[in-house]
C-alpha cells in the first residue's frame, strides 16, 4: 500500500497517475454527503441530543421571567445550530474532496480536506470484504489488510471500518449502490486471487461454519 500526497496536478480525477497499460478502470464514485454526515459525523444523533438538553433547560427554567428564560434557550439554540453545521459542513467538503477508484488490479482511495492523500490498495493485499447496508442502496464497503500491512486509523478517518482502532480497515463510506459496488469488487478480486477465498458479507446472511472453505462465502458485517 502507497500513499501520495497530492497538491497541484493530478494525471485523472482522483489518481495520482494514469493506469497503466492494460488496467481497466471498473468504477469511480464518492460517499453521499447525507448519509456521510448521519452515520459517519453522527449529526442526527448529536440533533437528538441537543433536543433533549434544550427541553431539559426548558423545563428547568419554567417559572423564570421572560427575558430570563428566553435567552439562555436562544443561546443554547444559537450554539446547538452552529455545532451541526460545523459538522455538516465538514462531512460536505469529506465527500466533495474523497474520490474512490476500482480498477480490475487495485482499489485507490483519494481522501483528505486540507492534506489529500491517496492509498494504494492492490486487490492481492486484501483478504476479505464486507458490506454493512445502509437506507436507499447506500452502504459501507470495509476492507480487510493480508499480513502485516496497517494503514493508521486517523490517516484513514472517517474512511475506515468504526471502532477498528488495532487493525484499522479501510472503508468505501457511505457509497450509493453499495451491493452492485461489491459485487464489481468481489469480480475483480477473484480474478486476481483465483487461488483465495473471497469475502464479501452483508448482515442478513451468514455462511455456515461447515460449508467448503474454496467457496466464496457471504459474512456478517457488524461494524
Same mark, same amino acid.
Request: aromatic residues 8%.
Given at each position: 500500500?502507497?500513499?501520495?500526497?497530492?497538491?497541484?496536478f493530478?494525471?485523472?480525477?482522483?489518481?495520482?497517475e494514469?493506469?497503466p497499460?492494460?488496467e481497466?478502470?471498473?468504477?469511480?464514485g464518492? +460517499?453521499?454527503?447525507?448519509t456521510?454526515?448521519?452515520?459517519?459525523?453522527?449529526v442526527?444523533?448529536?440533533a437528538v441530543?441537543?433536543?433533549?438538553m434544550?427541553g431539559?433547560q426548558?423545563?428547568y427554567?419554567?417559572g423564570?421571567?421572560?427575558?430570563?428564560?428566553?435567552?439562555?434557550?436562544l443561546?443554547?439554540?444559537?450554539?446547538a445550530?452552529?455545532?451541526?453545521?460545523?459538522l455538516?459542513?465538514?462531512?460536505?467538503?469529506?465527500?466533495?474532496?474523497?474520490?474512490y477508484?476500482l480498477?480490475?488490479?487495485?482499489i485507490?482511495m483519494?481522501?483528505?480536506i486540507?492534506?489529500?492523500?491517496?492509498?494504494?490498495? +492492490?486487490?492481492?493485499?486484501?483478504?476479505a470484504?464486507?458490506?454493512?447496508?445502509?437506507?436507499?442502496?447506500?452502504g459501507?464497503?470495509?476492507? =480487510?489488510?493480508?499480513?502485516?500491512?496497517?494503514?493508521a486509523?486517523l490517516?484513514?478517518?472517517p474512511?475506515?471500518?468504526?471502532?477498528?482502532?488495532?487493525? +484499522?480497515?479501510?472503508?468505501?463510506?457511505c457509497?450509493p449502490d453499495a451491493?452492485?459496488?461489491?459485487?464489481?469488487?468481489?469480480q475483480?478480486?477473484?480474478?486476481?486471487?483465483?487461488? =483465495?477465498l473471497?469475502?464479501?458479507? =452483508?448482515?442478513?446472511?451468514?455462511?455456515?461454519?461447515a460449508?467448503?472453505p474454496?467457496?466464496?462465502?457471504?459474512?456478517?458485517?457488524?461494524a
Amino acid at each position: 500500500m502507497n500513499a501520495h500526497h497530492e497538491h497541484e496536478f493530478e494525471a485523472a480525477p482522483g489518481l495520482p497517475e494514469r493506469l497503466p497499460q492494460g488496467e481497466r478502470l471498473l468504477w469511480q464514485g464518492s +460517499p453521499d454527503f447525507l448519509t456521510l454526515a448521519i452515520h459517519a459525523f453522527h449529526v442526527r444523533k448529536l440533533a437528538v441530543y441537543f433536543a433533549g438538553m434544550f427541553g431539559l433547560q426548558w423545563l428547568y427554567l419554567l417559572g423564570e421571567p421572560g427575558g430570563s428564560l428566553l435567552m439562555p434557550l436562544l443561546t443554547s439554540a444559537v450554539l446547538a445550530c452552529t455545532a451541526l453545521g460545523l459538522l455538516a459542513l465538514t462531512a460536505w467538503f469529506s465527500a466533495r474532496t474523497t474520490v474512490y477508484t476500482l480498477t480490475d488490479r487495485r482499489i485507490l482511495m483519494r481522501i483528505g480536506i486540507v492534506l489529500t492523500l491517496t492509498f494504494n490498495l +492492490p486487490l492481492r493485499k486484501l483478504a476479505a470484504a464486507a458490506i454493512r447496508p445502509q437506507a436507499k442502496g447506500h452502504g459501507d464497503i470495509a476492507l =480487510t489488510l493480508t499480513g502485516d500491512d496497517r494503514i493508521a486509523y486517523l490517516n484513514l478517518w472517517p474512511h475506515a471500518r468504526p471502532w477498528q482502532l488495532k487493525q +484499522p480497515q479501510p472503508s468505501l463510506r457511505c457509497v450509493p449502490d453499495a451491493q452492485r459496488i461489491g459485487a464489481l469488487i468481489l469480480q475483480a478480486w477473484t480474478a486476481q486471487n483465483t487461488d =483465495t477465498l473471497a469475502i464479501l458479507g =452483508t448482515q442478513e446472511q451468514v455462511p455456515a461454519p461447515a460449508r467448503q472453505p474454496r467457496e466464496r462465502e457471504i459474512a456478517a458485517a457488524t461494524a
